[in-house]
């Protein structure tokens, strides 16, 4: 399956800066949705949702060079370095000590209207809990198609299931979450 995603890839790999910034442009907002649902609002550690998608991005243009097209979407390739840097993020998170600071940075500039960053914070916090209650495979397919907006193709490419068993898997995974808010009043789901 050829896109236009892998186009870019190709051109980017021969050197094309345009071809670079396009796909950066077209896998980053993606990439930080998937790192938001997996890391939550808060992050893991040191490193926030937008630190580990910026670890992705990063990754994936150093490995790039690396990059051999097997038939299938440059997004399962993008996907499967995210999933690695996200489960090193848990990981990190899980042996790192805290320690205070002296001084808070000034927030960086990463393009997000706050509005919508705290929108999508409060979204992710209430959400994230309902995640718990699906089967590993059933949540990776929820984030991958619903919060990075990949095509049950895209998805099956990156967990290396057909498109019909990612649909199939979905389905499942929306009853369960269905079922579940259905025996939960409004007030614990929104709070």
Request: glycine share 6%; hydrophobic share 45%; net charge negative.
């Given at each position: 399956?050829?896109?236009?995603d892998n186009e870019l890839a190709r051109r980017a790999r021969r050197g094309d800066p345009a071809a670079a910034a396009e796909l950066?442009?077209?896998?980053?907002?993606?990439?930080?949705?998937?790192?938001?649902?997996?890391?939550?609002?808060?992050?893991?550690?040191?490193?926030?949702?937008?630190?580990?998608?910026?670890?992705?991005?990063?990754?994936?243009?150093?490995?790039?060079?690396?990059?051999?097209?097997?038939?299938?979407?440059?997004?399962?390739?993008?996907?499967?370095?995210?999933?690695?840097?996200?489960?090193?993020?848990?990981?990190?998170?899980?042996?790192?000590?805290?320690?205070?600071?002296?001084?808070?940075?000034?927030?960086?500039?990463?393009?997000?209207?706050?509005?919508?960053?705290?929108?999508t914070a409060d979204m992710s916090r209430r959400l994230l809990p309902l995640?718990?209650?699906?089967?590993?495979?059933?949540?990776?397919?929820?984030?991958?198609?619903?919060?990075?907006?990949?095509?049950?193709?895209?998805?099956?490419?990156?967990?290396?299931?057909?498109?019909?068993?990612?649909?199939?898997?979905?389905?499942?995974?929306?009853?369960?979450?269905?079922?579940?808010?259905?025996?939960?009043?409004?007030?614990?789901?929104?709070?």
């Amino acid at each position: 399956m050829v896109t236009r995603d892998n186009e870019l890839a190709r051109r980017a790999r021969r050197g094309d800066p345009a071809a670079a910034a396009e796909l950066l442009e077209r896998i980053r907002p993606g990439v930080l949705r998937y790192c938001w649902a997996h890391l939550g609002s808060l992050g893991r550690g040191d490193q926030t949702p937008d630190d580990v998608a910026q670890d992705v991005c990063l990754a994936v243009f150093e490995a790039l060079p690396r990059y051999e097209e097997r038939g299938l979407p440059f997004t399962a390739f993008v996907y499967r370095i995210a999933s690695f840097k996200v489960a090193d993020a848990h990981r990190l998170a899980a042996t790192a000590p805290t320690r205070p600071i002296d001084t808070i940075p000034e927030p960086i500039d990463d393009g997000w209207d706050p509005a919508d960053k705290a929108v999508t914070a409060d979204m992710s916090r209430r959400l994230l809990p309902l995640l718990d209650d699906l089967t590993d495979s059933q949540r990776e397919i929820i984030v991958l198609r619903v919060a990075a907006g990949l095509s049950a193709e895209e998805v099956g490419a990156v967990i290396g299931k057909s498109p019909a068993a990612v649909r199939m898997a979905q389905s499942r995974a929306m009853a369960r979450l269905r079922s579940w808010a259905r025996a939960h009043t409004a007030d614990e789901v929104v709070a």
